[in-house]
């Protein structure tokens, strides 16, 4: 290959430093900033994590009020994008209407696109990680017809969250703390996760120097896909379309069949190899949620079969499948009353905070530079120009 390494997928190239996400894939670790994902999950909050993602460290009582206060600030939408949404068909995938309104807000937002100056990539991020939850309940809303509910920002990031997306202005919502500690918990398993494709995407298009908004869309637009964030979505598809525990071995044949493009979703990961330990988290929640709602859903024991059975199958064990973080995510977001289309768009919203924490930490890198992989050409060699009469 002469001058340059060739790795498809990248699966051998560290593309940057960053002290922000550890994980040893052999083991199941997940460490932020030293912190063990699983005791993120059990006893801090998204706002915390948010803090600690962005700021490097967790913060103190009075620094989590005032970084909260930050964001709650900035949680309205310029109204001139309620008319933005209008122009969507109210059918059009919330994805695809995320992509376009978090692109449009560097047409909205001028006074914090100059990326040379710290102060206004400080507040474009809050305003990034206030208006997502904004943005994406408004995508809800729009699809189902409902007015859209404005912020409320009493409530917790999350609760708030649950308000504008389930509320109406006919009766008071009553935020379930359940569901709310249940989702505060998924946006914690979801908030980054080192060099994944969407991350490395909102880093090469930040490279080139492009504003904030602009990279984040470009973050979400990579997310879109089932083999990243739409897993979720494409998860739950799956477990109704199996329905019935008696239909799995077929499923689980299908996803062994070389000449079946078929994959089990929820189930893989380019680092885990061991264990995902968001998904051991998950697991345990679902199991919460379900319980305390009250909500039996034949789905969930589809899932606990079709991990047992999976899980016990030799091709499963010899390429090292797992359960991922998505597997068990669609049984919450689905009890808790989400259609499966904002599945995706809940992580792009968690994921949001990665992101920008990402982009932050390479904008400041005094090292950094331009993005440019190289490439093993595989075309024709010199030729000269045929007019076309002789073609
Ligand atoms: N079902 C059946 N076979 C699978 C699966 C699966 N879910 N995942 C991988 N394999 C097989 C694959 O066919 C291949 O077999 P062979 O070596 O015989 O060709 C082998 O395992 C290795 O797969 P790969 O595609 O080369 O591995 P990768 O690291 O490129 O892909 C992955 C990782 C997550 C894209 C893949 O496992 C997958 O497509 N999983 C289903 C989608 C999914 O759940 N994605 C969510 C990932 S976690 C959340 C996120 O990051 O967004």
Redesign the pocket.
């Known amino acids: 290959t002469g001058r340059f390494t060739f790795d498809p997928?990248f699966?051998s190239t560290a593309s940057c430093e960053s002290a922000l996400t550890y994980i040893d894939g052999d083991e199941g670790v997940l460490l932020h900033r030293g912190y063990p994902i699983g005791q993120l999950a059990e006893h801090s909050s998204f706002m915390e994590v948010s803090h600690l993602l962005l700021n490097g460290e967790l913060p103190s009582k009075e620094e989590l009020e005032r970084f909260t206060y930050t964001i709650t600030r900035h949680t309205m939408l310029h109204e001139q994008l309620a008319q933005f949404y209008r122009g969507f068909r109210r059918d059009a995938h919330p994805m695809a209407v995320m992509c376009g309104v978090v692109g449009a807000l560097s047409a909205f937002y001028h006074d914090s696109t100059d990326i040379t100056d710290p102060h206004q990539r400080m507040i474009a991020s809050h305003r990034l990680i206030a208006k997502m939850p904004t943005i994406a309940a408004m995508a809800y809303k729009y699809s189902v017809g409902q007015p859209f509910v404005y912020p409320d920002n009493t409530l917790s990031y999350t609760g708030n969250f649950l308000r504008m997306t389930f509320g109406v202005p006919a009766e008071e919502y009553v935020v379930n703390p359940i569901v709310e500690r249940a989702l505060d918990r998924i946006f914690i398993l979801h908030a980054d996760?080192e060099q994944?494709?969407s991350t490395s995407t909102v880093r090469l298009a930040g490279s080139s120097g492009a504003n904030p908004f602009a990279c984040i869309a470009a973050g979400i637009a990579c997310?879109w896909g089932?083999?990243?964030?739409g897993?979720n979505e494409?998860?739950l598809n799956m477990l109704r379309e199996i329905g019935t525990v008696d239909r799995i071995p077929e499923y689980i044949a299908r996803?062994?069949d070389?000449d079946d493009p078929f994959?089990?979703?929820?189930?893989?990961?380019?680092v885990y190899k061991n264990y995902?330990p968001r998904a051991t988290v998950m697991q345990q929640t679902v199991r919460e949620v379900l319980g305390e709602l009250g909500v039996s859903d034949p789905v969930f024991d589809v899932a606990l079969q079709l991990e047992e059975m999976a899980l016990s199958d030799d091709?499963?064990i010899e390429?090292k499948?797992f359960p991922?973080?998505?597997?068990y995510s669609g049984v919450i977001l689905s009890a808790i009353g989400f259609p499966t289309t904002m599945f995706t768009v809940l992580?792009a919203l968690a994921r949001t905070v990665g992101w920008v924490a990402q982009w932050n930490e390479m904008i400041a890198d005094p090292q950094q530079k331009i993005g440019r992989p190289r490439q093993l050409y595989t075309g024709p060699t010199q030729r000269d120009y045929v007019s076309i009469e002789q073609r």
């Open positions: 997928g699966t996760h994944n494709a997310l089932p083999a990243h964030g897993a494409a998860a996803a062994k070389k994959r089990l979703m929820g189930f893989g990961h380019r995902d091709y499963f390429k499948l991922n973080v998505d597997f992580f």
